[in-house]
């Protein structure tokens, strides 16, 4: 970057209280000592003369040198912004301090006039040392009796913040702040060094991106977003006046939660400042001196909480890419380390999120079940094919505010739940733990044995009750595990068509049997399964899995993103795809990362995933050529619903702790889950079994309206009749 003449340095600028430019750099530091033990009021303001002795060795040119790289080289930390899919829809905001970078020539000239006049009137005059600006200080403050006027110049604030970005612990920070002679000269020496590696354009660039304008609003963009609403492009007079006069005291000259006064005051003197160095006219001055300071007061979202604190629709979703991104090892050594990347990174993450989808997941999630309901209710919509995550809706609001909440539901916990405000990740995320997704488990088996060579038309004589061979602890039938059907009708001659649609407990118990209940375990593991509880990891052990047979009833705890991924691989005919939150990752320098692309990997036979589909499609469709589904579907409410191809299975758990039901098309899946996320003992009641089936039949339905009706491409007659492998 070239500089400019000074007289264009910011345009309009012009020279100013004097034409002479500052000392050559090959004798900036002679003429420095010169100054200092020439003039009490130098010596008084930068340090005591008896200070001296020794301070050129503790600060030599060589480490200096080095250090001024470092410093000019320092880049603060930075916001990350992360949109919906669409690019455009504004998710939420990660930061420790509210930055973004902007380049000069997106800052309003006025605004670079102001800081320029309030900071440093001789900024394009000096060396990065002001000698006359020492000398006035020090008059001023003598005569005051107290510190009225400062020396720094805006090369000497933009080292002091420099060095304290780049400390490495809080004694560095105390070293480049605290009022030492020692750091006084390391601070002017640094500055003489940097103005030698940096325009005055690139200095006065940096320092407009790192100063601090109070409520959060670190650097100029900040600042106009904060206090105006706007880029700092579109800055105007008076707005300028006011953040330039900010620096100096935020605190002090507050204009959002303090009384006007200082800071109406202070911005008239920035105009003043600005008329005394003749950027600006005595009747431009006037014009807005009189005028009161008007904001337009923004509190940027961040961390997934929205704007002004208020929750958020994006919250849930938000939420979970927080938690994905603090998995990837791109981003850190540690998840703590990742997060702080994240939050200090400047990021551009556009995510998977759909807003419309969104939107209507929301709505039915919300119609079916209040949000002051105990009972939480969500959906996950994904991509088949790319494990993409398009909407996650939950009768929740995503916020920390649990002040209003009801009371909990586990009655030996004195306090309140999380209903309806929480933040806790009902949906999936992390290590936290799952619910027991009932006959949607059945899938574990039927993959297995569709796998293990089983045909789809594979028949077993299902009786009410049946005995198996896996050991029980009941004495009902001899010790051994005796399930029964949910329903006498379902009793009869059964295959996998009828024994999926139906969900007949006695033929799964017979195949699970048949097949190995260690087969069904690892088919589980294969799609994506975590063992989340003790007892699960217990049955799970490579030693006990093969007496796990009830696991095909669905004991074992689950999230509804991780269930709803199993049924998304079979939309995708078995390809599974690791659920994916984020589209494309780009640092601040423009470059894409190389983490957000789809994880997937071939893991099902296609044959077997379509098999496993023409079963599932018995569970929603009433008609199906050539296919004897039984006399009834147990989710054919979707199939009319939806009124088009689509697929799945529903589940209860024992005393209807939860309901689920799992649904998909060739474009689109849609879990859905009913529970109390606070006592999952809780049962969510015999009326609401039905509720999952209902909510994601209009998701699908809503959702892919106006898009194709595409049909499942059918399974080999071979596997239908004969088994994989023929």
């Known amino acids: 970057m070239h500089d400019r003449p000074r007289e264009d340095r910011v345009p309009g600028l012009s020279a100013h209280e004097s034409d002479q430019p ?19 009021a130098i010596a008084a303001l930068l340090f005591p003369l008896a200070a001296m002795a020794g301070l050129s060795a503790k600060a030599g040119f060589d480490t200096i040198d080095t ?75 003598n005569n005051s009796g107290g510190v009225e006027q400062g020396a720094s110049t805006i090369t000497m604030q933009y080292v002091r913040g420099a060095l304290q970005l780049n400390a490495d612990s809080i004694d560095d920070v105390i070293a480049a702040t605290e009022q030492t002679a020692e750091r006084k000269i390391r601070e002017a020496r640094l500055a003489m060094a940097v103005e030698e590696q940096l325009t005055k354009d690139e200095i006065l660039e940096r320092y407009l991106n790192q100063a601090y304008f109070g409520h959060n609003a670190y650097g100029i963009f900040a600042a ?30 507050d204009p959002i939660t303090s009384d006007q006064t200082q800071a109406l005051a202070r911005r008239n003197w920035v105009l003043d400042r600005m008329v005394d160095i003749d950027y600006l006219s005595h009747g431009d001055a006037s014009e807005v001196r009189g005028l009161p300071i008007e904001l337009n007061v923004s509190d940027p979202p961040n961390a997934c909480i929205g704007v002004e604190g208020t929750p958020t629709e994006f919250g849930f979703f938000c939420d979970y890419f927080r938690r994905w991104w603090r998995q990837q090892d791109a981003f850190g050594a540690t998840p703590a380390d990742r997060e702080r990347e994240l939050r200090q990174g400047g990021y551009t993450i556009i995510t998977t999120l759909d807003p419309k989808i969104q939107e209507i997941a929301n709505e039915h999630v919300v119609e079916a079940k209040s949000k002051n309901s105990k009972l939480a209710h969500g959906a996950v919509v994904m991509e088949p094919g790319t494990g993409r995550i398009k909407a996650l809706g939950l009768n929740r609001t995503f916020s920390y505010d649990q002040s209003e909440n009801g009371p909990h539901s586990n009655p030996s916990f004195d306090r309140k739940g ?25 899938v574990f088996t039927l993959l297995a044995a569709l796998d293990a060579g089983y045909p789809l038309n594979y028949d077993i004589h299902s009786p009410n009750r049946v005995a198996t061979s896996f050991v029980s602890s009941t004495t009902a039938c001899g010790g051994r595990w005796c399930p029964k059907n949910g329903s006498p009708e379902m009793a009869g001659n059964r295959d996998m068509w009828s024994g999926f649609g139906m969900s007949v407990n006695t033929y799964f118990a017979q195949l699970i049997d048949r097949v190995g209940a260690d087969k069904a375990v690892e088919m589980a593991e294969r799609m994506g399964l975590k063992w989340r509880s003790e007892g699960d990891a217990y049955y799970a052990s490579e030693e006990r899995r093969a007496g796990w047979g009830p696991f095909t009833l669905g004991v074992s705890d689950v999230q ?80 009319e619903l939806v009124d088009r191809p689509v697929a799945g299975k529903s589940g209860t758990t024992d ?51 106006g898009e194709p009706k595409l049909d499942f491409t059918p399974p080999s007659k071979e596997i239908q009749t004969e088994g994989k492998g023929g």
Request: charged share 20%; aromatic share 8%; hydrophobic share 40%.
């Open 418 to 442: 999380n209903y309806p405000n929480t933040v806790n990740p009902v949906l999936g995320g992390g290590e936290t733990g799952g619910y027991q997704a009932g006959s949607t488990f059945k």
């Open 22 to 40: 500052g000392p050559p750099a090959e004798g900036v530091y002679a003429l420095l000592r010169t100054s200092l033990l020439a003039g009490l």
């Open 224 to 253: 106009a977003q904060v206090y105006f609403s706007k880029h700092p492009s579109d800055l105007n007079l008076q707005e300028s006046a006011m953040l330039a006069g900010l620096v100096q005291a935020p605190s002090a000259y």
């Open 67 to 141: 250090l001024s790289v470092e410093v000019a080289e320092t880049d603060p930390p930075l916001t990350s912004y992360v949109y919906a899919a669409d690019g455009e829809t504004l998710v939420s905001l990660f930061y420790d301090e509210f930055r973004r970078h902007v380049a000069l020539d997106e800052v309003a000239p006025v605004m670079q006039q102001a800081m320029v006049a309030a900071e440093d009137a001789r900024f394009y005059d000096h060396n990065g040392v002001d000698y006359r600006g020492i000398v006035r200080a020090f008059v001023a403050n």
């Open 560 to 639: 509804p993103i991780e269930m709803t991924n199993v049924f998304n691989t079979l939309a995708a005919e078995g390809k599974y795809c690791e659920p994916m939150p984020a589209m494309r990752v780009i640092d601040p320098e423009g470059q894409e990362l190389d983490v957000a692309a789809p994880r997937c990997h071939q893991e099902l036979d296609e044959d077997v995933a379509r098999a496993a589909t023409d079963a599932g499609r018995c569970v929603t469709e009433s008609e199906r050529k050539g296919v004897d589904c039984g006399p009834w579907g147990t989710s054919r409410v979707v199939g």
């Open 655 to 705: 005393d209807n702790r939860a309901s689920w039901f799992l649904g998909y098309t060739p474009q689109l899946t849609v879990g859905g889950f009913m529970a109390d996320p606070d006592y999952i003992f809780n049962s969510v009641g015999e009326s609401n079994t039905g509720v999952s089936k209902d909510t994601v039949g209009k998701i699908l339905r809503d959702a892919l309206k």
